[in-house]
């Protein structure tokens, strides 16, 4: 009874800390898919990342690959309404419509 209880907290524990940069990129804008993935392969080719924290990472790959694979049509078919996409899309609207057209090349008088 004992050693099942140990096995299924261990268990459990693995579960709930796994795949934490796939929540993590899941809980901010549209990134598309596979996110969580894409931001562990970055941390561990940065140059600036610790060898502490890129073997954390190396440790959580596989379940964010997971987790990341179960998300899938999720992040297929879902809009993005995050401040940070909001944003963008308003700079991208002002630039449009503030946009300088240089004069045209020619004589100087």
Not at 1 to 13: A, Q, R
Not at 28 to 33: A, I
Request: with cysteine; charged share 20%.
């Amino acid at each position: 009874m004992k050693n099942d209880l140990l096995k299924l907290t261990v268990f459990s524990g693995m579960v709930m800390l796994g795949g934490c940069s796939s929540v993590m990129s899941h809980t901010g804008g549209k990134e598309g898919t596979y996110p969580g993935m894409r931001a562990s392969a970055t941390m561990l080719g940065d140059d600036d990342t610790n060898w502490g924290t890129k073997s954390l990472v190396a440790l959580d790959m596989p379940f964010t690959a997971v987790l990341d694979t179960l998300l899938l049509p999720w992040d297929m078919f879902r809009t993005d309404t995050s401040v940070r996409s909001r944003v963008e899309k308003s700079e991208r609207d002002t630039m449009a419509t503030n946009a300088v057209i240089p004069p045209a090349a020619g004589p100087v008088q």
